[in-house]
């Protein structure tokens, strides 16, 4: 009986011994879930572009080429606080615009050194594109973005045909190159302009509102639709906007005949060179704006403000101050223009710069 009650006890020993042991070893490796934290970042992301592809990206886009409609598409990089990026000199046509030189390499000054992505004929040069390697190309052309993917190159597509699109394109944009904030910050700005203009004209009579030509006068064109829209929300009266609403085209092109009977008060001209013309052409000369001198030029900074940029709302309070300087006087819009510059671009002009540009 003692025997067994011995040999009771030595097994029990043994088996804890064996518990204790088992207790002390390390669960396999595997089985521990990954520290909090330590997931390796992905390096790249899927976007979808307004032309409803997807398109796959870089995590962090550091480099920018710009194809196509050269100004607007550098004006919404630099909108978003991010010209450095551009990796891509204009193409020859946008080169040789004054303003390029002027203003655009004051924003994006390392364009100057590069190469372009297009020829005299606004052709593809792939050679420069491919050597250049951007994380992503803009365009604002179907053709030019298969042209790109073709060869491999990542393209962003955008779209404005309405005017509402430019928040559309910014929001993109903002996705694309990691700027989302900027992208909500310019929004708020965009609104904010809109409803300042409306508040400042909202006092003005139907029958006292200025009448507007803009465009290509001598030509008897108006090139943007988008002119009928901030014409409008600086509280003037568009002598097209009746004929373009009816042709519902990006272009209209009208008459002397019809320019004679609309007999506007003001006209607004992208350069000097067309304002040098229609000063030229004895047939115009009865025309009120042209009697009393109130033919002026659309500044062209980023790109031209009468045409679709992101720059518009400093478009409808320069129109504002031609038309109804008591509203927004001189020193109202040279805060306007330094304030969007010098948030948005990060550049800041002085006021030798800021005169010359009120003044056109």
Partial sequence: MKLKTK?????????????????????????????AGNEAAPTERTVTDMAGRAVTLPAEVKTVGTIGSIGVLNAFVE???????????????????????????????????????QGADSELLMENILAAKPDVCLTMSSDLTEQLEKQGIKGIQLSWTKTEDVKECITLLG?????????????????????????????????????????????????????????????GISVTAEASAKANKESLTYTLEDLLKWNPDMMFVSSAAEKKAVLEDARLGEITAVKNGDIYILPRIAHVWGNRTTEQP??????????????????????????????????DFNDEQLKE???Q
């Avoid at 040999?7 to 520290?35: D, H, I, K, T, Y």
């Avoid at 609104?191 to 001598?218: H, R």
């Avoid at 300087?325 to 550049?347: G, M, N, Q, R, T």
Wanted: charged share 20%; with cysteine; aromatic share 14%.
């Fill in 175 to 235: 996705e694309v190159l990691n700027q989302q904030e900027v992208a909500a910050d310019y929004l708020k700005y965009f609104d904010n302009m809109l409803a300042k203009a409306a508040n400042l004209t909202k006092g003005i009579k139907e029958a006292d509102k200025k009448t507007v030509v803009y465009g290509s006068v001598s030509q008897f064109s108006q090139p943007h639709l988008i002119a009928e829209w901030w014409i409008d929300q600086a509280g």
């Fill in 79 to 117: 909108t978003l606080s991010a010209g450095e990026r551009i990796t891509n000199e204009g193409s020859p046509s946008f080169v040789k615009s004054p303003s390029w030189e002027k203003y655009q390499y004051k924003f994006t000054p390392q364009i100057k050194d590069l190469k372009p992505f």
């Fill in 7 to 35: 040999l009771f006890a030595l097994l029990m020993v043994v088996m804890l011994a064996v518990s204790l042991v088992g207790c002390g070893q390390s669960a396999p490796a595997a089985s521990n879930p990954p520290a």
């Fill in 314 to 347: 400093l478009t409808i309070m320069w129109a504002i101050n031609k038309l109804y300087p008591e509203l927004v006087p001189d020193s109202e819009l040279a805060k306007d223009i330094s304030y969007f510059y010098s948030h948005f671009f990060k550049y």
């Fill in 357 to 359: 540009i009120m003044g």
